[in-house]
């Protein structure tokens, strides 16, 4: 069964600096991943999708993530946070199979950004 | 191009009561789902929907039911309401499934007292 693990429930990050968010999952093969951000009272915004090719992939809004198969990772990285960065980050994978309907998400990670 | 709309945005229940959370789109997508939001368990599949006239169980339905009379619209019935039912509630569309990524609606906060 899918499942994806977001091992940090929060973190603090002071304005202009890295960020890196964790993302593992469990899954049979090779699957779509995802990174969704929601901020407060919003819905979720797609941040970047892996789907195959490149393990580098670069998303809206300065995010990018990389796909590592032997980590069964897929971290969130930018390289200098801004304030309006502050919000919650959802990992997601989902079946490749014809017919799969489902994103699993992860527990989500709060991002609090200090000036 | 609203994108997905949800209405109420928030609501109060009392248990026992009922009532439809509604989600539309306008951008022909043929696929449609129905989350729960919890504090601390990301989101959770209720019910899904590929086509008009076709809907599936997801993760969590129990509690809930849904039909999909026209590729527009993708309601959310809650029968006899519990407090286990107070979450925030996301509606997403998507155009052939889970490789187009989603689009989600801003959510129906319902609390059940």
């Known amino acids: 069964a899918q499942s994806v693990t977001q091992p940090d429930i929060h973190i603090t990050v002071s304005e202009g600096a890295s960020l890196e968010l964790r993302c593992n999952y469990s899954y049979g093969a090779t699957p779509y991943l995802f990174w969704y951000v929601q901020s407060p009272g919003q819905g979720l915004q797609l941040l970047l999708k892996?789907?195959?090719?490149?393990?580098l992939v670069q998303g809206i809004k300065g995010f990018e993530a990389e796909f590592k198969r032997s980590q069964s990772s897929f971290n969130l990285r930018k390289p200098s946070v801004h304030w309006s960065d502050a919000a919650e980050y959802f990992c997601a994978v989902g079946a490749k199979q014809t017919g799969a309907n489902n994103l699993f998400f992860g527990t989500g990670t709060r991002l609090t950004v200090i000036p | 191009n609203a994108g997905v709309t949800q209405t109420p945005k928030f609501h109060i229940l009392k248990i026992g009561q009922s009532m439809t959370l509604q989600c539309t789109q306008d951008?022909?997508?043929?696929?449609m789902y129905w989350y729960r939001q919890d504090p601390g368990m990301g989101l959770k599949l209720i019910y899904y929907?590929?086509?008009?006239?076709?809907?599936d169980k997801g993760e969590v339905p129990n509690g809930y039911n849904v039909s999909r009379s026209t590729t527009e619209d993708f309601p959310l019935r809650l029968e006899l309401a519990a407090p286990s039912q107070t979450s925030v509630y996301f509606c997403?569309?998507?155009?052939?499934?889970?490789?187009?990524?989603?689009?989600f609606g801003s959510g129906t906060r319902l609390t059940v007292v």
């Open positions: 929907s590929v086509g008009a006239g076709i809907t």
């Open positions: 951008m022909n997508h043929n696929y």
């Open positions: 997403a569309s998507s155009y052939l499934g889970t490789s187009y990524g989603y689009t």
């Open positions: 892996y789907f195959s090719g490149d393990t």
